[in-house]
C-alpha cells in the first residue's frame, strides 16, 4: 500500500510523477493500487485561513489511512 499526499493538485504534480515512478518500477511488489491524497483543484489564495481548506490536513491523512487499511 502506497498513499502519496501532496498539497498541489492531482494531475502533473509531483504526486503524480512519484506514483508513475513507482508503478513502473515496482508494480509487482505493490499490494493494491497506489493512492493520492491532493488539495483542492482551485487557484491558490492568499489568506493563510483559506490556505487552510485548501490542502490535505492530519485530520484527511489518518482517514484516508484508515480507509486503505481497511480495504
Known sequence: ???????DFGPCGVGAEIATQV??????DLDAPVQRLNGVVAPAPYSPTLR???????AAIVETVRSLATD
Request: proline share 5%; aromatic share 4%; no cysteine.
Open 23 to 28: 508503478i513502473e518500477q515496482a508494480f509487482r
Open 52 to 58: 487552510g481548506v485548501m490542502v490535505p490536513d492530519l
Open 1 to 7: 500500500m502506497l498513499l502519496i499526499v501532496d498539497e
